[in-house]
């Protein structure tokens, strides 16, 4: 059974950091590219970040670029996505998600694998 667990979520004041790893288990993801998504309340899930396989490829939405990083340690089968000068706009439930090739997805159709999510708040 693939699992895909994040972590790291929480309440953080506008200006702060978070970070967040997601573990995958039961399937090894070394060959293909993770991504990162986000819903806020109301709103669809939306595309935030990607890496592919080996790391030499990285893509950002347009409003997290220069702010959060997409990073992977395949040894440990873990994505992180560190997310630097958070902003109250950035609340909203983060998913990892995971593809099945190994190049650089931003659709969720392109994801089949995901996790349950953890929430980030931001407050001013």
């Known amino acids: 059974q693939v699992q895909l667990v994040e972590s790291g979520g929480g309440v953080v004041q506008a200006g702060g950091s978070l970070r967040l790893p997601c573990a995958a288990s039961?399937?090894?993801?070394?060959?293909?590219?993770m991504g990162w998504f986000r819903q806020a309340p109301g709103k669809e899930r939306d595309f935030v970040a990607a890496?592919?396989?080996?790391?030499?490829?990285?893509f950002y939405a347009d409003s997290v670029k220069g702010r959060f990083t997409i990073s992977r340690d395949n040894a440990k089968n873990t994505v992180y996505l560190q997310m630097n000068s958070l902003k109250p706009e950035d609340t909203a439930v983060y998913y990892c998600?995971?593809?099945?090739?190994?190049?650089?997805?931003?659709?969720?159709?392109?994801?089949?694998?995901w996790g349950q999510g953890t929430q980030v708040t931001v407050f001013s």
């Open positions: 998600a995971g593809a099945r090739r190994g190049s650089v997805r931003t659709t969720i159709d392109e994801f089949p694998y």
């Open positions: 039961g399937r090894t993801f070394s060959g293909s590219a």
């Open positions: 890496i592919n396989w080996s790391s030499s490829s990285t």
